[in-house]
């Protein structure tokens, strides 16, 4: 399984940046597909993560109503679109595949790839 993630960048806060994670050799429709991030120092946090196929989202609460989740199947590519970006949002963000039924949790995600770095300034 082999995932990358790309978009990263430097930013204002109040920005926005879109990130996308292209995967293979997996079925991409058959995992619901999460994304994570990890700040220096700290452990990797759930960000939020969408349903194999219908669609349905999920998101920790610190970033509600500012991040949304998107994927295109038909490319193995999931989408993370940010808005109302903050300083403290500014870390490493994974994308990563589960089949658990906690998906929704940030539950089951076992394959890592490369990040992509995203650091908001004040």
């Known amino acids: 399984v082999q995932l990358q993630a790309s978009g990263g960048g430097l930013v204002q806060a109040g920005g926005s940046l879109g990130l996308s994670c292209a995967a293979s050799?997996?079925?991409?429709?058959?995992?619901?597909m999460g994304w994570f991030r990890q700040a220096p120092g700290q452990e990797r946090e759930f960000v939020g993560a969408?349903?194999?196929?219908?669609?349905?989202?999920y998101y920790a609460d610190s970033v509600k109503g500012r991040f949304t989740i998107s994927r295109v199947n038909a490319k193995n590519t999931v989408y993370l679109q940010m808005n109302g970006l903050k300083p403290e949002d500014t870390a490493v963000y994974y994308c990563?595949?589960?089949?658990?039924?906690?998906?929704?949790?940030?539950?089951?995600?076992?394959?890592w790839g490369q990040g992509t770095l995203v650091t908001v300034s004040s």
């Open positions: 969408i349903h194999r196929s219908d669609g349905a989202t």
């Open positions: 990563a595949p589960s089949q658990n039924v906690n998906w929704r949790m940030g539950v089951g995600y076992n394959y």
């Open positions: 050799g997996l079925n991409f429709r058959n995992y619901h």
